[in-house]
């Protein structure tokens, strides 16, 4: 500012120094000054001229009443809405936190004045309160305490056009719908409108035809795809007057990236080790505890879905996902528990039907890629090529093993062999010699010495054998208490026999239950992968 009044500028304008300036260039210079603004007498009077018509325009004024030379004009009211930021989205309770900027635009008839008769003044800023303002409220508004807006001034135009931007964070109800959470699209609608002013009395429009997203937060987990605006005449029950609102329908779309890698894959995992429970051998004895153990799992990760979904008939996608492991998980613990009942038969088992034989140990052994009848330490049959036997039963019923004496009388007391002069180990020239006193006179001795094939074959078949009969003609006198010795060598080999059929049949059972664990984990893998596949569709 020029102070006039300074030594300085007292020095320029003495009569010493008058005499030598020309009055023109003293006019220009003044004129120069106030057209800078360095004059301070333009400023005191646009303050001056501000107050006097503050004062001028509320002399007779009210904001109780609508600014209308007549009562049967309408109020024009446009709407803008600008939406700045998504502070929370509550599914559980359904609730959604904006923060917004509301413009309302509309003309009083009463502030309005000459910008001529208040030296070119054409707006001022006031207090919102000071003038009328429509009653326009979010009628789906579900904040408790309708307390979040700010009370801002209002823009008053000469011709009488007010504009007031009000900046507000609004709790808005929206319906949410989570039927295919995380991959889910919500459409949360702000219905804006007066409360009680009818369409005859006060009518709203829109300013543009969306929400302004200009500037926008982005938000982490939602994404907004649109704000388009509506505009709505409702007649109402209670009440025959049209009533017009506006609608902004507000379009997000969610993130699923943090449900993907916390909630989606993590339960992924975990059912793709459900079918490697049949892959478990059945006397590890932690099939069924593998089972359990992954049920729990997928139970805690259901609990964690339910928490932060609403409670309705909606099941979300990532549920039923949950749901469809958690009853395959169950299934397959089920299945585990009849298969190791299988493995663990026990000696009463009965033989494998045939069908079960045809269809089961050949045909299906096959297409699930079990071609031994299990290599562990219970099993009776093994890799090593035959040998010839070396046992031997006496006056008994000697069918299929390797050897066999059967004892005749009526032969001489020399021992020839008709067939060559090699005999069994068991029965050697020392020992004859030694238990010579120890046959009666004509006893006859035929030796059945066998050799068998090999083990049995995959479908538990008997294996084959062959038999040599050597015939000993033993004479020796025979002692009464042989025919003891001779009953129980007699019931040791009915045992061995009886516990070695036992075991075939064990091992046959056995490799049932390997193929069947073999086909339900084929089959369960492909069910995992096909849920998998579908829900990852969904989110593509």
């Not at 309708?146 to 929206?174: L, Y």
């Not at 609608?247 to 993130?255: E, M, N, S, V």
């Amino acid at each position: 500012m020029l102070h006039l009044h300074s030594s300085e500028h007292r020095r320029d304008f003495s009569p010493h120094w008058r005499h030598k300036m020309n009055p023109r260039v003293i006019l220009a210079s003044f004129y120069l000054i106030a057209s800078v603004g360095f004059f301070p007498v333009c400023l005191c009077a646009q303050g001056r001229y501000a107050f006097k018509l503050l004062k001028d325009l509320f002399v007779n004024y009210t904001s109780a009443l609508r600014p209308v030379e007549d009562t049967n004009n309408i109020i024009n009211v446009t709407l803008q809405i600008t939406l700045s930021q998504i502070i929370d989205m509550d599914e559980r309770n359904q609730i959604l936190t904006t923060y917004l900027w509301i413009r309302q635009v509309w003309f009083d008839a009463y502030l309005t004045w000459n910008t001529t008769d208040y030296d070119g003044l054409d707006t001022i800023r006031i207090p919102s309160s000071y003038v009328w303002r429509p009653d326009v409220v979010l009628y789906n508004n579900a904040d408790d305490q309708f307390s979040s807006s700010m009370e801002t001034n209002v823009v008053i135009r000469h011709d009488g056009q007010i504009m007031w931007d009000q900046p507000a964070i609004t709790k808005s109800s929206c319906k949410v719908d989570v039927s295919f959470f995380p991959f889910d699209v919500q459409q949360c609608r702000l219905t804006f409108g007066s409360w009680t002013h009818n369409g005859n009395q006060m009518d709203l429009h829109n300013a543009l035809d969306s929400a302004d997203l200009a500037d926008f937060v982005e938000n982490v987990e939602w994404e907004v795809q649109g704000m388009p605006a509506k505009k709505n005449v409702i007649l109402y029950g209670c009440c025959s007057d049209p009533y017009p609102d506006i609608t902004y329908t507000l379009h997000l779309k969610r993130r699923a990236s943090f449900y993907i890698f916390n909630l989606l894959i993590p339960c992924m995992m975990i059912s793709f080790l459900a079918p490697l429970g049949f892959y478990l051998p059945a006397d590890s004895g932690e099939k069924v505890s593998l089972g359990v153990t992954v049920l729990l799992a997928l139970t805690v990760f259901q609990l964690l879905v339910a928490e932060s979904m609403p409670p309705s008939e909606n099941v979300p996608l990532i549920g039923k996902y949950y749901i469809a492991t958690m009853t395959m998980i169950t299934a397959s613990t089920a299945l585990t528990i009849f298969i190791m009942n299988i493995h663990h038969c026990g000696p009463e088992a009965q033989p494998v039907p045939p069908w079960a034989r045809k269809f089961i140990l050949n045909y299906l052994s096959r297409f699930c890629f079990v071609y031994d009848m299990g290599q562990s330490c219970a099993s009776v049959h093994t890799d090593q090529p035959a040998k010839k036997g070396n046992n031997c039963t006496a006056n008994g019923q000697a069918r299929g093993e390797d050897f066999a004496l059967k004892l005749h009388e009526g032969c001489s007391q020399k021992v020839k062999d008709q067939f060559n002069d090699d005999v069994s180990p068991t029965l050697s020239p020392q020992q004859r010699k030694e238990h010579q006193s120890g046959w009666r006179i004509g006893t006859f001795l035929e030796i059945e010495h066998g050799e068998s094939a090999g083990a049995s074959g995959e479908t538990g078949t008997p294996r084959k054998e062959s038999v040599k009969k050597r015939e000993i003609l033993v004479e020796s006198q025979c002692l009464c208490h042989q025919q003891t010795l001779l009953r129980n060598v007699e019931y040791i080999a009915n045992f061995y026999q009886e516990q070695k059929a036992t075991q075939r049949r064990n091992a046959e059972w056995r490799k049932v239950a390997k193929v069947m664990d073999r086909f339900f984990m084929w089959i369960f893998f492909i069910m995992v992968f096909l849920m998998s596949l579908l829900i990852i569709g969904k989110a593509v």
